[in-house]
């Protein structure tokens, strides 16, 4: 296996599920641009179910901002996404719910299994891992102009799904830019090294170009042994839940769906 091909593995490949629904976006609204200080404010201090009702806005772009934010928030159990559930009233507002559902049921499970020293068989001391797979930029966009790895795809449970969008650049991690160095050999020596230093939970700074905007995130960095157990790959730029955690995926989206009124308008992918 070629060092370029080991990395990817390592990371783990995930496709997913695309498509947001049947869903016409409303125009920005009128007033001009806000500064970044103006447009965190219209978000501070949102409830759960404030951010739950904003799913089903009108604006693409609010929609995708309370994913996020409910993306992030490791406080949301599987009990208020139930409520939550229960009370949509989209198939939009109950996709992404499904969506965020899935990586925190993923998520409580690998974190009981792999970053809970007390638990049975628990792994301790391995190595760190974001979940997501890369290319250098410059394979994705031949117009790149800043070095860097391009996200492919994320994985649900791990913290890549949470903060990471396909198409974004990383250009920076932990303040490190990267170099003017041979493409080719970005996604094997520069990010790679910058991962290495880090052990699971630490919390990892990530700098990505994502469009025109540069986005900062701070995560934390899950377990690699988490990534092998618990997605598979068939050696090309796809990977599957394993059969386990899937069965485990199932049973909980089941719990969720169950009370929902007929006809269930449901993603069949989620």
């Known amino acids: ?22 869903v016409t976006d409303a125009a ?33 772009v609010t929609r995708c901002e309370a994913e996020w934010r409910l993306l992030t928030d490791n406080t949301l159990g599987s009990d208020e996404l139930r409520q ?4 949509s009233v989209s198939e939009e507002q109950r996709y992404r719910l499904l969506r965020i559902a899935r990586h925190h049921v993923l998520r409580v499970i690998r974190e009981e299994r792999f970053s809970n020293p007390g638990a049975p068989d628990a792994v301790i001391g391995d190595r760190a891992s974001i979940g997501f797979s890369y ?17 492919m795809a994320t994985m649900p449970g791990f913290p890549g799904y949470a903060y990471l969008q396909p198409g974004d650049i990383i250009i920076a991690v932990d303040d490190q830019a990267a170099g003017m160095i041979q493409h080719q050999f970005i996604a094997t020596t520069w990010f790679t090294d910058r991962i290495a230093v ?10 990505v170009m994502r469009g025109d905007k540069k986005l900062d995130f701070e995560m934390p960095c899950a377990e690699s042994a988490a990534l092998k157990e618990m997605y598979t790959s068939n050696g090309a730029a796809v990977a599957t839940l ?7 995926w199932l049973l909980a989206r089941a719990k969720l769906i ?8 449901l993603k069949p992918a989620e």
């Open 1 to 22: 296996m070629s060092r370029k091909a080991a990395a990817i593995l390592m990371l783990v490949l995930s496709v997913p599920v695309s498509g947001q629904g049947a």
């Open 28 to 60: 920005p609204a009128a007033g001009g641009e806000q500064t970044p200080e103006q447009a965190e404010d219209r978000w501070a201090g949102l409830s759960q179910k404030q951010l739950v009702a904003l799913l089903d806005d009108a604006s693409y």
């Open 84 to 87: 939550y559930m229960l009370a």
């Open 135 to 151: 290319e250098p930029a410059m394979n994705i966009r031949s117009d790149s102009e800043q070095p860097g790895v391009a996200v």
């Open 198 to 207: 880090h052990n699971p939970g630490d919390r990892i700074k990530i700098s």
């Open 242 to 248: 394993s059969e386990f955690y899937l069965k485990q």
């Open 258 to 265: 169950a009370e929902l009124p007929e006809p269930k308008t």
